[in-house]
């Protein structure tokens, strides 16, 4: 899909709070952001959620990404796998708005345009991602952590005087019977296991109903077990989310199924069925090894 019939009529180029703004003036600018880009909706008509074309990134001479181009259908789950420095992290970065492109669109749907939004912005359009470390509120219950992490005004006066709806109760309960947590969620999230710190991070982001999860390394250091609960999670997920996963474990990303990515050098190596990138000669070459 090319730059030109992507439409442009849609993207929230001129919502940033004012230069220069008091907090609690960029606080109310971001819960007014907030419901501004969650109302407008993605459009998804063409059943694709995102779109990368001729994306183009270099650090200092080094092309961490090469007219990178690939797009993500509605309810997929796509797996990324590529030797380190193959740009992985840095399409993600691209993603969420870390890393501006020196050249080359990226897409939320048809109706964002990422490359001209802020992290913030971007977050507010359904946009979710988790680090391969698991960033949790360690001296807050697994229930206060999906509290915080829910949307909402976050100014300090709202959150002085904000009270738990029954509604939030039950979404908060619903979730965390989803990543299995619920025998957990009066304990501090700092005494969790490492895999359920993982999953508690993964619910942060379902209950911020985040329509596209960006997962880094998500079972690097897990057990067994762990592994084989993740895999029975992100599978009941797709469908409902499009989930972008980057991972080098390749059990768990046969467990998975579905399509996969090879990014090297910065660019899509190879994609399709992991049996067949496995067998491809350019990927056991650069990747995979004999």
């Known amino acids: 899909m090319s730059a030109s019939t992507v439409p442009r009529n849609g993207h929230p180029s001129s919502m940033h709070p004012a230069p220069g703004a008091s907090g609690s003036q960029q606080d109310a600018a971001g819960d007014a952001l907030g419901s501004r880009l969650r109302g407008s909706g993605v459009d998804t008509s063409h059943n694709v959620i995102l779109y990368l074309e001729e994306i183009c990134v270099s650090f200092d001479g080094f092309k961490a990404l090469n007219k990178l ?19 992985k992290t840095t399409m993600m970065d ?14 939320f749907g048809q109706t964002f345009d990422l490359t001209r939004m802020s992290e913030p912005q971007i977050a507010a359009t359904g946009i979710g991602r988790k680090f391969q470390k698991p960033t949790v509120f360690e001296q807050h219950s697994v229930f206060e952590n999906l509290e915080l992490a829910m949307r909402g005004p976050r100014s300090p006066l709202a959150t002085l005087f904000s009270r738990r709806d029954r509604a939030t109760g039950d979404r908060i ?3 965390l019977e989803r990543v299995r947590l619920s025998e957990q969620a009066d304990r501090l999230a ?9 999953w508690l991070e993964i619910a942060m982001l379902l209950v911020q109903e985040q329509r ?9 250091g897990m057990t067994d077990d762990e592994t084989e609960r993740t895999a029975e999670l992100f599978l009941s997920l797709a469908g409902e989310h499009s989930l972008v996963v980057v991972e080098h474990d390749m059990a768990f990303i046969a467990a998975l199924g579905g399509k996969v990515t090879v990014l090297h050098e910065g660019s899509v190596l190879a994609e399709g069925a992991l049996l067949d990138v496995q067998s491809d000669e350019r990927v056991i070459e650069v990747y995979l090894g004999r």
């Open 190 to 198: 700092g005494l969790l296991s490492h895999g359920q710190k993982q």
């Open 212 to 220: 596209l999860l960006l997962l880094d390394e998500p079972v690097a």
């Open 173 to 175: 309960a619903t979730t």
């Open 94 to 107: 691209v993603i969420t708005g870390k890393t501006r492109p020196d050249s080359g669109t990226a897409f």
């Open 69 to 87: 181009s690939l797009s993500i259908d509605v309810g997929e789950l796509r797996c990324i796998i590529g030797p380190n420095g193959a740009g």
